[in-house]
T-cell receptor, first 113, second 111 residues
Framework: AQSVTQLDSHVSVSEGTPVLLRCNYS??????LFWYVQHPNKGLQLLLK??????LVKGINGFEAEFKKSETSFHLTKPSAHMSDAAEYFC???????????FGAGTTVTVRA | DARVTQTPRDKVTEMGQEVTMRCQPI?????VFWYRQTMMQGLELLAY????????DSGMPKDRFSAEMPDATLATLKIQPSEPRDSAVYFC?????????FGPGTRLTVL
């Protein structure tokens, strides 16, 4: 069965500095991987997805993620954090045949002025 | 800009009452998922449908929860009777293939 592990439960950065959210995955096949963001009292919004086309995936709001099979990682980065990036971020892997999603525990991002 | 819609957005009810949550998936999407989110358990998959047929509802408490898709534009999640431990945010998501798009959620409080 597939799973993801988000290595940090909370990340705090200063506005304008880089953001790194770490995610490792476990899968017996070539997975589809996603990052979702959830702002307070909102639904989950798709940031980006990896589906084996390119290892570096660009998403919305300046985020990107790199798929590294050798490290079974799918880390999310942004060069310069904005106050509006304060939210919860979920790394997600899709099931092989049934499209069921397995969610990481989430990383809460705080952005300091 | 197509979106998943959910109603109601907030629901406060008393223990023992029936609760029905509704979801309108994005037109053309053939999969619909119901999730529950709590602080303690995070996001849990309750049920999902493909082409309106229920494929998996193993995440739902069978005795009180039921999920249906009476037509392609409506999915429902019903709790009868409701209990305080059902208090959570319930999300609907729709998609095609492996990508899911989430609705804004229904915040349920059972007193």
């Amino acid at each position: 069965a597939q799973s993801v592990t988000q290595l940090d439960s909370h990340v705090s950065v200063s506005e304008g500095t880089p953001v790194l959210l770490r995610c490792n995955y476990s899968s017996s096949y070539s997975p589809s991987l996603f990052w979702y963001v959830q702002h307070p009292n909102k639904g989950l919004q798709l940031l980006l997805k990896y589906t084996s086309a390119a290892t570096l995936v660009k998403g919305i709001n300046g985020f990107e993620a790199e798929f590294k099979k050798s490290e079974t990682s799918f880390h999310l980065t942004k060069p310069s954090a904005h106050m509006s990036d304060a939210a919860e971020y979920f790394c997600v892997v899709s099931g092989d045949h049934d499209y069921k999603l397995s969610f990481g525990a989430g990383t809460t991002v705080t952005v300091r002025a | 800009d197509a979106r998943v819609t959910q109603t109601p957005r907030d629901k406060v009810t008393e223990m023992g009452q029936e609760v029905t949550m509704r979801c309108q998936p994005i037109l053309g999407h053939n999969t619909v998922f119901w999730y529950r989110q709590t602080m303690m358990q995070g996001l849990e998959l309750l049920a999902y449908f493909r082409n309106r047929a229920p494929l998996d509802d193993s995440g739902m408490p069978k005795d009180r929860f039921s999920a249906e898709m009476p037509d392609a534009t409506l999915a429902t999640l019903k709790i009868q009777p409701s209990e305080p431990r059902d208090s959570a945010v319930y999300f609907c998501a729709s998609g095609t293939a492996d990508t899911q798009y989430f609705g804004p959620g229904t915040r349920l409080t059972v007193l």
